[in-house]
């Protein structure tokens, strides 16, 4: 059946309420509407900001509205289009992004970014242009996570928040680009600009941390210090180029002062990715005073509510604190940039995958973030459906 302009019956996990583990419920995908695509998703993975807004909600996390589908990470290949959409036709296979692309004309008052930023608006209550979801279920609009949903077998986003690849990549691997590796990658390449030579410290070790580090090694830093409370993680942060790990439990001095004392004055650059406000202050103070830079990286709503203990002093000394949104890409061009590197195998994603689910297995790949047994879970949406050549519809 010719599905373009009909409504679509297809699986998606549902969250009813906050703190309540997901449903597979058949939920109804309406057309696209002007300027926006429906795709089939093929892969999506569980990023922490999915589960802490699901388990989060009440500690700090803005509370929007349910239900919702979640979900944020993700490759599928394009169903059809809405009216005024030129860049992308039936049968092109495309990563969703939760930030729309702006263009280097973002700060000019045109209508085109006016009407990108409506778009990021409305993406951050769940809804699309007009206010409105596309999904539904049991006769109640059910909300968009971040304008993508990706944990449903179909789903409508915005033509601007979409980037087209090739077919010779792998969707359940690329779908990584869609958030973490690209948020880490580019907070060492875009925002903290590390040069030849240098030396960095990485606090956190999830998927954006562990990008960070594998950041520093493509542009050469001669050391690379992983900070994580969990050893678990350090093999893989050394695979993908940490040169020292850290765990600070196994210091009795603070872990800011373990840092400075290895380096003989701090490091040129820190990154923080875990989302902890007391990492946040740490990373800084590992710096060097003449100059060091660190840049906050990771966050969820829940920590972003408490505040960050900074000395006067620790900025007098001439350090500079950054903060960073998806690593500072310029959305579709930053992650045609990422593919293209991938392909080069000059950027790792393999490797940041230790578990592939069913999407009926959701659950599971929640538990996993919650007890740190996962980098990255990658859930296929549809069994049996391959993920290296486009997909029929």
Known sequence: MSTPGQVIRCKAAVAWGPGRPLTIEEVQVAPPKTHEVRIKVIATSVCRADWAYLYAAGTGTKLRPFPLVLGHEAAGVVESIGPAVDRFSPGDRVIPLFQPNCGKQDRRCTAETVQRRKDWANAQVG?????????SCKSQ????YLGVASFSQYTVVSDASLAKIRDSVPLDKVCLLGCGVSTGYGAARNVCKVEKGSRC???????VGLAAVMGCRAAGAERIIA??????LFDTARLLGATDCVNPKDHSEPVQRVLTQMTRGGVDYAMECAGSPFFMGAALESTSGGGGTCAI???TEADAVEAVSVSAESILMGRTLKGTYFGDWEGVEGVEDLLDKYEKKQLKLDEFITHNLQLEQINKAFDYVNCRKSIR??????EGEATQTPAAL
């Open 127 to 135: 809804v699309m242009a007009y206010g409105t979801s596309r999904i």
């Open 141 to 144: 609009q059910v909300y968009q």
């Open 297 to 299: 990286v990771g966050w």
């Open 227 to 232: 900070v994580d409370y969990n050893p678990d």
């Open 201 to 207: 410290a990485v606090f956190g070790l999830g998927a």
């Open 377 to 382: 879970t990658v859930i296929r949406l549809w």
